[in-house]
């Protein structure tokens, strides 16, 4: 069983930056990719960024294009979100998961995902 552990989120003001990071450990092979979803309090979880695991292709949405980087580690079984340029909007609750399919941009084709962790910025 592949556990995703999610950290880094914290309070932040608006402009600041964060480094969120997804740990995988237990019995572990290498995901299609790994992506990342928020969902604020109200609202549906939506996507921010994935990462292709062999190729390192990146995916963002459009809230977030310019803003936040998606990197992974092969070695360390790891991705990172950096999150620069914080808006108030960008409060959410963070998630990490993985996938083996397509349709990165859907919360469905994921198998496996972190407890999150809250990020939010204040204004």
């Known amino acids: 069983q592949v556990q995703l552990t999610e950290s880094g989120g914290g309070l932040v003001q608006a402009g600041g930056s964060l480094r969120l990071s997804c740990a995988a450990s237990?019995?572990?092979?290498?995901?299609?990719?790994m992506g990342w979803f928020r969902q604020a309090p109200g609202k549906e979880r939506e996507f921010v960024a994935a990462?292709?695991?062999?190729?390192?292709?990146?995916y963002y949405a459009d809230a977030v294009k310019g803003r936040f980087t998606l990197s992974r580690d092969t070695a360390k079984n790891a991705c990172y979100l950096q999150l620069n340029s914080l808006k108030p909007e960008d409060t959410a609750v963070y998630y990490c998961a993985a996938t083996n399919q397509g349709l990165l941009k859907l919360p469905g084709p994921y198998n496996n995902w972190g407890q999150g962790t809250q990020v939010t910025v204040s204004e």
């Open positions: 237990g019995r572990t092979s290498s995901p299609y990719a």
């Open positions: 990462i292709t695991w062999r190729l390192g292709t990146t």
